[in-house]
């Protein structure tokens, strides 16, 4: 069993390899032919790694430039540049300070410039400044309740670029007509571009009216000024920035495929955008798994050795006061379902290593971690019910730990049958 384990993470890390920012923002920048002043902001928890990248191909061409990344995530200076970091999944005082340090230099930015925006996942929390008459509380109250309450990562931005200065395309305002060149690390199943990190430099398709409906919808409570803003319409066309996408979800999915595929295995690509419930996905892999190891159709396709590979982005309903993280729910959930289950691992991880407010990127299980678990004194059920995946994975041994990998494009799931 350990050697299949041994696998699945060479499999993981490969994965995760293939879609680092640094080639990608490379490859997006031979497309770009700069004309005047180059102004550099990277936002996100990849902010660093693509500030890198732009600034080994651009060099001293880059006048100046602030990068904005979440704690930790930052790895030393960058000549020239202005690092901050700040808080994720919720922002914090210093997400507001830095955010307004951008705003201070685009803000004096004209048509001869040129500003290189830099997006990747976790910009929704790190660049904000809030509307008038609504409060840093205000948005970390609402974000807080959307996320307990299992809310959407479209849903809750919808709601953040209605209260936001700098989303829904605002951004692009405060930079005085300079080119905006938007270089984007989708964390978002199907890339939708307003709503990586919120959109800050990009047409918002979303309206007053479906963010409210998602109020309603969720039982937020939120106060009359927050309403007040909610009903302001965000911008609907920025006629100043250019925008391309580089790395995804299905990339990391098809990175899994062949790396699998080098190792031995059948590879199949299930889905690449698996959206629902972690610990109803986890369900649903264990019962996969215990059909492809006992099958006895003939008409059964897949044959081992096999991976089957899905990528996307699960949410979690908080019901208990644990700690851990959506891929490490799906984890301990697909644990209850594979119990002595024999030649199978299930694996789901975090691309950016990060996996709630914890230090793991997720969990890798097998067969007999429900009864490691159970040894080492922890009720796996009762820690499902409890939200509690991170101290059951820690007691199997099952945690992923992997520190910031510099890229961030939603999650792997994997199941790998010896």
């Given at each position: 069993?350990?050697?299949?384990?041994d696998k699945?993470r060479l499999i993981?890390?490969e994965?995760?390899?293939?879609?680092?920012?640094e080639?990608?923002?490379?490859?997006a920048?031979?497309d770009?032919?700069?004309?005047?002043?180059?102004?550099?902001v990277?936002?996100g928890?990849?902010?660093?790694?693509?500030?890198?990248?732009?600034?080994a191909v651009?060099?001293?061409?880059?006048s100046?430039?602030?990068?904005?990344?979440?704690?930790?995530?930052?790895?030393?200076?960058?000549?020239?540049?202005?690092?901050?970091?700040?808080?994720?999944?919720?922002?914090d005082?210093?997400?507001?300070?830095?955010t307004?340090?951008?705003?201070?230099?685009?803000?004096?930015?004209?048509s001869k410039?040129e500003?290189?925006f830099?997006?990747?996942?976790g910009?929704?929390?790190?660049?904000?400044?809030?509307?008038?008459g609504v409060s840093?509380?205000d948005?970390?109250?609402?974000?807080?309740?959307?996320l307990?309450?299992?809310?959407?990562?479209?849903?809750?931005?919808?709601?953040?670029?209605?209260?936001?200065?700098?989303?829904?395309g605002r951004?692009?305002?405060?930079?005085?007509?300079?080119g905006?060149?938007?270089?984007v690390?989708?964390?978002i199943i199907?890339?939708?571009?307003?709503?990586?990190?919120?959109?800050?430099?990009?047409?918002?398709?979303?309206?007053?009216e479906?963010?409210?409906?998602?109020?309603?919808?969720?039982?937020?409570?939120?106060s009359?000024?927050?309403?007040?803003?909610?009903?302001?319409e965000?911008?609907?066309?920025?006629?100043?920035?250019?925008t391309?996408?580089?790395?995804?979800v299905?990339?990391?999915?098809e990175?899994?495929?062949?790396?699998?595929?080098?190792?031995?295995?059948?590879?199949?690509?299930?889905?690449?955008s698996?959206?629902?419930?972690?610990?109803?996905?986890g369900?649903?892999?264990a019962?996969?798994?215990?059909?492809?190891v006992?099958?006895?159709?003939?008409?059964?396709?897949?044959k081992?050795p096999?991976?089957l590979?899905l990528?996307?982005?699960?949410?979690?309903?908080?019901?208990?006061d644990g700690?851990?993280g959506?891929?490490?729910?799906l984890?301990?959930?697909?644990?209850?379902?594979i119990?002595?289950?024999?030649?199978?691992?299930?694996c789901?991880?975090g691309s950016?290593?990060?996996d709630?407010?914890?230090?793991?990127?997720g969990?890798m299980?097998?067969?007999q971690?429900?009864k490691?678990?159970?040894?080492?004194?922890?009720?796996p059920?009762?820690?499902?019910n409890?939200n509690?995946?991170?101290?059951?994975l820690?007691?199997?041994e099952?945690l992923?730990i992997?520190?910031?990998?510099g890229?961030?494009?939603?999650?792997?799931?994997?199941i790998?049958?010896?």
């Open positions: 069993m350990n050697a299949l384990r699945a993981i890390d994965a995760i390899a293939a879609v680092l920012p080639e990608a923002v490379k490859k920048l031979a770009i032919r700069f004309k005047g002043n180059i102004v550099l990277a936002i928890k990849a902010a660093w790694n693509m500030a890198a990248a732009a600034q651009l060099g001293e061409r880059i100046e430039g602030i990068v904005l990344t979440k704690y930790d995530h930052s790895k030393g200076e960058l000549k020239g540049l202005k690092i901050f970091e700040a808080g994720h999944p919720l922002p005082q210093n997400s507001v300070k830095a307004g340090e951008i705003l201070e230099m685009v803000g004096k930015l004209t410039d500003l290189l830099l997006v990747s996942g910009g929704s929390a790190l660049f904000e400044k809030p509307l008038e840093l509380d948005g970390i109250s609402i974000t807080g309740q959307l307990s309450k299992g809310a959407t990562i479209v849903e809750m931005n919808t709601i953040r670029k209605h209260l936001s200065a700098v989303k829904g951004f692009a305002a405060h930079c005085k007509g300079a905006i060149y938007t270089i690390l989708s964390d199907g890339d939708p571009l307003d709503a990586i990190a919120s959109g800050p430099a990009y047409p918002d398709i979303s309206t007053s479906e963010a409210l409906k998602i109020v309603s919808k969720y039982n937020i409570e939120l009359e000024k927050c309403l007040h803003a909610i009903r302001i965000t911008p609907k066309a920025i006629e100043n920035c250019q391309m996408v580089t790395g995804s299905s990339e990391l999915c990175a899994a495929a062949k790396a699998a595929q080098k190792l031995g295995f059948s590879p199949h690509i299930l889905s690449s698996i959206q629902s419930e972690a610990r109803e996905v369900s649903t892999l019962a996969m798994a215990k059909e492809t006992r099958n006895n159709h003939s008409s059964f396709t897949i081992r096999c991976a590979i990528g996307g982005e699960t949410v979690v309903h908080l019901n208990g700690l851990g959506r891929n490490q729910e984890a301990l959930a697909t644990a209850i379902g119990q002595n289950l024999e030649n199978v691992v299930i789901s991880v950016d290593g990060t709630g407010p914890t230090e793991a990127a969990g299980v097998d067969g971690s429900f490691r678990m159970k040894t080492a004194g922890i009720d059920e009762e820690k499902l409890q509690d995946s991170f101290h059951a820690k007691a199997s099952d992923i992997t520190g910031p990998t890229t961030n494009v939603n999650d792997l799931m994997m790998l049958c010896g």
